[in-house]
Structure formats: structure tokens, C-alpha cells
């Protein structure tokens, strides 16, 4: 039997054909019953251009219907579906297109794209968020393809690209199973049901938009009410058509900080969810003290989807810890030497389970240094465990920044700006952000030849995506090192930790 998410979908989806699948701007642009249809079409459109099973598909575009029926057809079609922020920059974007050697790039008309004379087969189309584009185009004029191709549960849907601490992406390799596996544990570990509609604000180009939010709406047969991007205006008048919303922290900082967020507008929901980056304490009480909802906090990452949830019970949520591990996930939390820890110890945490990807694109190295022989998968965060197994992250060993749930790892920063002329050193650090949690902040020293503020800004924003981009950068006499002559970079984000919030 097919184990192709599409066909798990499809079943689901048995006795609700009237039911509105995806609205958009307020409107329902699908029902459940002519999904098939509409993915048929672009399944068509992606065969024309090519696609084949295995084949990668990089899309780089914004949230809009088409994105998510071009999604879908590619999982149809047995091909491997590459999603890339629309705000890359076309220096991030050829790195990766050389990594995944994808057979067609999908991309909006507005956004940087490289020219890429090494990779003549490569084919391009285009989709726009207002549904226009050569892609919505070509599937409007062709029969659906209602076809589903037959895959295993250990066959690849999607590689998604994280930076890595070497400053080189990685692309985590996730299969039909591990995007099966996780929507049906949330589906059961959150009480969804066909009762149910969802507030959708997040890009699908990431875990939390595509594999969570959309993908519980599509197997609880519950409305996904899409958005273009997150707007606080704009989710609180739709609130009211919705069971459950679902965000990162600085969606939550920036509801409160909105005069029309009030008590009744958040009182026909049933659930608040957030991910992605650390919630504070105090965000979880204000939101508790103004509405009345304690929000279910959960961790996840890229190559394991979601790993750990608070209780669905709303006492049983704690402020400041992720919860348990979700069934089928075993965590541990490990000292260096990879011994377990007693409760209440802070170690690496490790995990293992249906959810865990199967390596790196094309990455062996990099692969068999994240997984130990024992299987269970290095996620360089940090934590402890209950007596009771409730888990709470401390830190992370990885040098990693998450502004406004974007990840940012400085590595590939301090490589790229190292050797910007008249740089000697560069470090860069997360400092606390009001608004996005956490802000990138880069030092510099010199090394005494010509160096240009200009040039170097200039390096920056023709690199760096902007969420990327430092929001500060210090040029400073020496920086704080150890007795080895390492940068000190606790010491610095002590030193700029009120950069943001003084
Ligand atoms: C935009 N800017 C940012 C960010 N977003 N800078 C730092 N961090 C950011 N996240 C830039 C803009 O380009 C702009 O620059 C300036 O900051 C202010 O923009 P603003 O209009 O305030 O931003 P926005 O367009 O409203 O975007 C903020 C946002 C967005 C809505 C919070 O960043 C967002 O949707 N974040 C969600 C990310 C997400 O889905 N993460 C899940 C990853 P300028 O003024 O120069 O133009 S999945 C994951 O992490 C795992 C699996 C998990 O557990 O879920
Ligand atoms: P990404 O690589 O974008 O998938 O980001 C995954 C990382 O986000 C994890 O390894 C954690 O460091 C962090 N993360 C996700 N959810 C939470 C959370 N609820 N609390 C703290 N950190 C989180």
C-alpha cells in the first residue's frame, strides 16, 4: 500500500467534500472535495516542466493558495519538495541550488534568483501571492492529474535547509513517514477534530507553517484560514471565525501589544500554540492575565518536526518548560561522555523517534556526526527533566541565534564578513530583542589597512537575507578572549545584552 502523505490526506478527507479546506483573504478557495482537482492541476503542470519522482523542487516564494496545491502536487508526484525563504538574497540561493540540484525552481517574480549557467537543465516558473505567475498559468490550463504516486514511508517528501554550525546549509532529508507520524501524534495530542478551524499567519517555508499548522488542518479536515504573513490587525479580526492560532513568541508580543486584543476577541478559541523560539515566562502570564488562555507551549526543530509539548490540560501547561516528550519520542538528556543525567541536571539533549529525519542531503560526515552509534539524533540543545520527565530547555551547545522564530547562525556570518577588506576578527552574538526575542549583533576589530563602513554594509545586505542582517554592528580595540585567545562571547552579549531593551 501507498504510504504517500497525500494518499493519508486523501483518506481523511472521505465524507467531508463540502467542507472548506483553504480560505484565503476570506474566501474559500477550496473545499476538501475539489482538492484533488485543484493539486491535480499543478501536478499536471509540474509533469510538463519535468518533474519526475525524486526529482527536487526548490520554492521560493510567499504564502498564497497556489503555494500550497504546488506543495502538495510535488509529494503527489513522488518528488521532493525544497522550500527556501523568499527573503535570501541570490548569494544564499546559489549556494543551494549547487546542494540540491533541483530539477525546477518555483519562484516569485519579485525575488532575488542567481543566474545559473552551471545548471542548464535547471527549469524555472514562477507563482506570485495575487495567484498569477507562469506556474498558476500553465495548471489553469491543463487536466488535473489525480494521480498519486506510490511511495514507502521511508521515501524523501522534503529536504529543508538549515544553516549549521560550520556556517555551510545542511539540508535535513524528512520522509513521508516522519510527516505522517508527526501530524497524527499532534492531531491526537491537541484534540483536533473537524470541529475545528486554524488561524494560519506563518510562512510555509518553514517546520511550523507547513508540517504543523497546514498539515493539521489538512488531517483534522479543519479550515485553514491563511494569511499572506502574520499581521496582529489582521489575525485579530479573523479571530473569530477560528477554534485555534498558532505562532511564535513575537506573534504573541505583538497581539499584546494591540489595543483590539482583548478577552472577548480571543474567547470563541480553544487552543493558543507556540514554537519555534523560547516563550518567556512573562509573555505566557500577560497573555494568561488578558485573555485567560495559558498558551501550550512545544519544542521542535527541523530535523525532528515537534519533539516535546505541554499537557493539553491548561493547568497541567508550566511557563518556561516545553512538557513531555510526544509518544513514540524518546529524550534524553546526556552529559559529554553521552551518560545519562539524573533529573534536574542540565546536559545535551538527544532524541530518537518516527518523527527524527534520515540525515543530511548528501551530508555522510555531517550525518554520522549528528546521529551517535546509539541511533539518537544531537540537537544541540540544552535541558534538564522533572523527576516526572517534564522537559525544559536551558541553552543550546550550537552557536545559534532565533530572531522572530528565524533561525541565524553566526558562523556563516563571521565567515562572510572575515573577509570583508580591513577586517581582522568578527564575532556575532543574539542579544535580547522586545520585539523578536533575540537581534543579531556583530563586532568587529581591524586590522589597521583601509576599511570602509560603506563596504562593508554593502557586503552585508548583498549576502544576507535581512533577517540575517546585524541590526548593530561595534567596531571595537580588541575583543574579550580566554587564556587560549578564543573570543569571550558570553562575555560580549553581557556587555550589549541591554542593546535593545535598556
Ligand atoms: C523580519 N525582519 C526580521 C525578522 N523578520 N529581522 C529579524 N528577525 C526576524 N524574524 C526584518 C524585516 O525585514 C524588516 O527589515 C525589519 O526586520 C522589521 O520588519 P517587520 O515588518 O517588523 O517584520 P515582519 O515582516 O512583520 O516579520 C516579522 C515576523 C516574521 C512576522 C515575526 O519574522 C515571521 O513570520 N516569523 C516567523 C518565523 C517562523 O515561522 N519560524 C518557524 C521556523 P527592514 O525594516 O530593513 O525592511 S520552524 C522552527 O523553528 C521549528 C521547527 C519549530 O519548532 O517550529
Ligand atoms: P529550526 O532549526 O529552525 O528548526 O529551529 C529549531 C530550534 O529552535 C531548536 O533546536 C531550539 O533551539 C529552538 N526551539 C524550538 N522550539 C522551542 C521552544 N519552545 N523553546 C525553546 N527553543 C525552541
Given at each position: 500500500m501507498s504510504e504517500n502523505l497525500i494518499d493519508v490526506f486523501h483518506a481523511r478527507h472521505q465524507g467531508h467534500a463540502d467542507r472548506p479546506a483553504l480560505l484565503w483573504q476570506g474566501a474559500v478557495v477550496a473545499r476538501l472535495g475539489d482538492l484533488p482537482h485543484h493539486v491535480g492541476r499543478y501536478r499536471a503542470a509540474l509533469r510538463e516542466l519535468g518533474v519526475a519522482r525524486g526529482d527536487r523542487v526548490m520554492v521560493k516564494a510567499e504564502n498564497s493558495p497556489g503555494f500550497v496545491f504546488a506543495y502538495l502536487a510535488v509529494l503527489a508526484c513522488g518528488a521532493v519538495f525544497v522550500p527556501l525563504n523568499p527573503a535570501y538574497t541570490a548569494a544564499e540561493v546559489a549556494v543551494l541550488i549547487d546542494d540540491a540540484e533541483p530539477v525546477l525552481l518555483i519562484h516569485a517574480s519579485t525575488t532575488a534568483i542567481p543566474e545559473t549557467p552551471h545548471h542548464p537543465a535547471l527549469r524555472r516558473a514562477t507563482l506570485d501571492?495575487?495567484?498569477?505567475?507562469s506556474l498558476c498559468h500553465l495548471a489553469a490550463g491543463l487536466t488535473p492529474d489525480l494521480a498519486v504516486e506510490p511511495v514507502t514511508a521511508?521515501?524523501?517528501?522534503a529536504i529543508l535547509f538549515t544553516s549549521g554550525t560550520t556556517g555551510r546549509p545542511k539540508g535535513a532529508m524528512l520522509t513521508h513517514g516522519n510527516l505522517a507520524s508527526n501530524v497524527a501524534t499532534l492531531h491526537a495530542e491537541w484534540h483536533f477534530s473537524d470541529a475545528d478551524a486554524i488561524c494560519h499567519a506563518l510562512p510555509l517555508f518553514h517546520v511550523h507553517g507547513l508540517f504543523v499548522a497546514l498539515h493539521l488542518g489538512l488531517y483534522a479536515c479543519a479550515p485553514l484560514h491563511m494569511l499572506p504573513k502574520f499581521d496582529a490587525g489582521a489575525v485579530i479580526a479573523m479571530l473569530p471565525q477560528v477554534t485555534v492560532f498558532m505562532g511564535v513568541p513575537t506573534f504573541y508580543t505583538r497581539l499584546l501589544d494591540h489595543a483590539d486584543f482583548t478577552h472577548a476577541r480571543a474567547a470563541p478559541l480553544r487552543l493558543f500554540i507556540s514554537g519555534s523560539a523560547p516563550l518567556l515566562p512573562s509573555v505566557f502570564a500577560a497573555f494568561e492575565a488578558r485573555t485567560g488562555h495559558r498558551i501550550l507551549e512545544r519544542y521542535g526543530m527541523t530535523e525532528a518536526l515537534m519533539i516535546t509539548s505541554n499537557p493539553y490540560a491548561p493547568a497541567a501547561r508550566r511557563p518556561g518548560t516545553v512538557g513531555y516528550p510526544l509518544p513514540g519520542v524518546a529524550l534524553r538528556v546526556v552529559d559529554a561522555a553521552r551518560a545519562d543525567l539524573p533529573p534536574g541536571e542540565v546536559g545535551e539533549i538527544l532524541i530518537s523517534g518516527p518523527?527524527?529525519?534520515?540525515?543530511?542531503?548528501?551530508r555522510a560526515e555531517a550525518t554520522a556526526e549528528s546521529f551517535g552509534a546509539d541511533g539518537f539524533f544531537q540537537t544541540g540543545d540544552t535541558g534538564f527533566k522533572d523527576a516526572d520527565g517534564r522537559v525544559t530547555i536551558a541553552g543550546r551547545s550550537k552557536d545559534l541565534i532565533i530572531s522572530g522564530g528565524f533561525n541565524v547562525y553566526p558562523a556563516e556570518i563571521e565567515m562572510l564578513l572575515a573577509?570583508?577588506?580591513?577586517?581582522a576578527d568578527v564575532a556575532v552574538i543574539g542579544v535580547p530583542h522586545p520585539d523578536f526575542g533575540e537581534a543579531v549583533v556583530a563586532a568587529i576589530t581591524l586590522d589597521g589597512t583601509s576599511f570602509d563602513m560603506a563596504d562593508f554594509q554593502a557586503v552585508i545586505t548583498t549576502h544576507l537575507a535581512r533577517f540575517k542582517q546585524p541590526k548593530a554592528v561595534h567596531v571595537l580595540e580588541d575583543f574579550p578572549r580566554n587564556a587560549m585567545g578564543k573570543i569571550v562571547k558570553t562575555r560580549l552579549r553581557e556587555i550589549y545584552a541591554g542593546q535593545f531593551t535598556a
Open positions: 501571492a495575487d495567484g498569477t505567475g521511508g521515501d524523501l517528501a518523527n527524527v529525519c534520515h540525515g543530511y542531503w548528501r573577509d570583508v577588506a580591513g577586517v
